[in-house]
């Protein structure tokens, strides 16, 4: 404790990473700590190929569920066992081949990316930090009558485990 700098400071050891949020509360100077995995969309930004790539950091790791849909195209990835405490955010986004990023929570103890697009597109699905981040790549579609060699299909999952230093991976 630093009174006369106006902080304090907690260390919490936990021996299996289960992730938490920090709350301020309405009284000053008091705080809740929740335990639990916590959703948080990191970033987005165009990619050098002119595309979106969506970062999103969890508190601890998850397996996703991801599909590409059709009418209207759309990519959907589910983080189940995670929550999402806020409501609903529809984020207009305009880039490249996507029109919209929507997260929410289908059912509880589920949340949900959906990245609505102008027209069906490739992507990869790279999971760093043990699945505790992920980031999801657009990748213009190969056309149809490319050979299979050329064509993308699925995903690509990547795990990174760092190289400490300034840059963890």
């Known amino acids: 404790t630093q009174p006369e700098l106006g902080r304090s400071f907690i260390f919490i050891h936990q021996p299996r990473r289960t992730g938490f949020r920090v709350q301020a509360e309405e009284r000053q100077g008091f705080v809740r700590v929740r335990f639990g995995n916590y959703f948080q969309m990191a970033s987005y930004q165009q990619s050098s190929s002119g595309e979106l790539a969506v970062a999103v950091q969890l508190g601890a790791p998850c397996a996703v569920a991801d599909q590409l849909l059709d009418g209207p195209p759309r990519l959907v990835v589910d983080f189940p066992g995670v929550v999402y405490e806020d409501a609903t955010?529809?984020?207009?986004?305009?880039?490249?081949?996507?029109?919209?990023?929507r997260v929410g929570t289908p059912t509880p103890g589920t949340v949900r990316v959906v990245l609505d697009l102008k027209e069906r597109a490739d992507y990869r699905l790279l999971a760093t930090d043990d699945g505790a981040r992920y980031y999801i790549q657009l990748l213009p579609a190969a056309p149809q009558g490319a050979p299979v060699e050329q064509r993308r299909r699925g995903r690509t999952i990547m795990v990174d485990p760092g190289h400490g230093g300034s840059d963890p991976g």
């Open 89 to 101: 955010q529809d984020i207009p986004v305009r880039t490249g081949l996507v029109e919209r990023i």
